[in-house]
């Protein structure tokens, strides 16, 4: 089982080269290099020069790099996706997916700029539609050609589209949360949780990346790096999970629990699906253990 970490995703003003340099140095496990939202018109030309010479000139160690090109029907979108490809970043992430056909033509435009297969997709999860439609864009990942791998949600975005009111419990946005989940697992694509905008708030922040991970995320999006810490944390298997994952594989190996479906441990039922989840835990413990030994 192969297992990239995606705990914490830190979006980085492209515009700012001070803010590339440094994030070097940061323990996000992926930096989102940010071309849309995070700059201003009159910088989209130089935030794209200096983001993709970052990007190719490396030096970012095992951290994933994402560059967030401008939407293709923008003035920059069609050659932030070309600057981008020439990079090689490991994915480009598409803000206002809507649609399948919108996961479709973006890969085709990859193709058609001859973008390596290593180069991923991703998705901004922040339209209505992207919401009625969510398991149609994510059935475009049983195709390798659309390589889609992962849905970031855009909930600043989809507040402001669907007028619903942002707030602690986020109710308003829980069943668009939870289908996008539901969308992303039933065809193996990651998930990355919206940004918590009061990045001085540490208990609301810790308290919103616990019910992202309660209701299924593999991280989170973050505005700032003093939320990276905290985030790591919330987001990794504790070491009371690890070793409870680590006795159930550990028991469905004993020669007398061999191809049966459930096995008593220590007094409870435990069946082959919680086999699979234990071996994910070990496998995502595991794989956090060797990106934090190569930071």
């Known amino acids: 089982m192969t297992i990239r970490p995606r705990r914490s995703v830190l979006y980085m003003p492209g515009s700012n080269a001070r803010a590339l340099e440094k994030a070097k140095t940061l323990q996000a496990d992926v930096l989102i290099l940010d071309l849309e939202d995070a700059v201003a018109p009159e910088a989209k030309e130089t ?6 010479e970052a990007v190719s000139a490396g030096g970012y160690g095992r951290r994933e790099l994402v560059i967030r090109i401008n939407a293709p029907e923008t003035p920059w979108g069609p050659e932030d996706l070309e600057a981008a490809v020439a990079a090689r970043p490991d ?5 206002k997916v809507s649609r399948a056909d919108d996961i479709r033509d973006i890969a085709d435009r990859l193709a058609a700029a001859g973008a390596p297969g290593g180069i991923g997709l991703w998705a901004m999860m922040e339209t209505p539609l992207a919401m009625l439609n969510a398991g149609e864009i994510a059935a475009t990942a049983a195709d390798p050609r659309n390589r889609l ?3 970031v949600m855009g909930t600043n975005d989809l507040a402001k589209e669907t007028r619903a009111a942002i707030t602690a419990d986020r109710l308003p946005m829980l069943a668009w949360l939870s289908t996008s989940v539901a969308a992303g697992r039933a065809y193996g694509i ?4 919206g940004v918590y905008n009061d990045f ?6 810790a308290a919103e990346c616990a019910q992202g991970r309660a209701l299924g995320f593999d991280g989170k999006t973050l505005i ?5 810490a905290p985030c790591n944390a919330a987001f990794s298997p504790g070491a009371d ?12 190996r004993e020669p007398e629990n061999e191809g049966k479906g459930a096995i008593n441990l220590d007094g409870r039922m435990v069946e082959r699906l919680h086999l699979e989840t234990a071996e994910r835990t070990v496998a995502i413990a595991e794989a956090i253990a060797s ?4 930071a």
């Open 224 to 228: 700032h790096p003093s939320q990276i």
């Open 241 to 252: 999970e690890i070793a409870d994952a680590r006795a159930i594989i550990a028991a469905f």
């Open 91 to 95: 994915a480009i992430l598409v803000p």
């Open 190 to 193: 990651d998930i990355v949780d």
């Open 47 to 52: 935030a794209r020069t200096q983001v993709c």
């Open 200 to 205: 001085r708030n540490e208990d609301g922040f």
């Open 149 to 151: 791998e992962a849905f």
């Open 291 to 294: 990106a934090d030994a190569d």
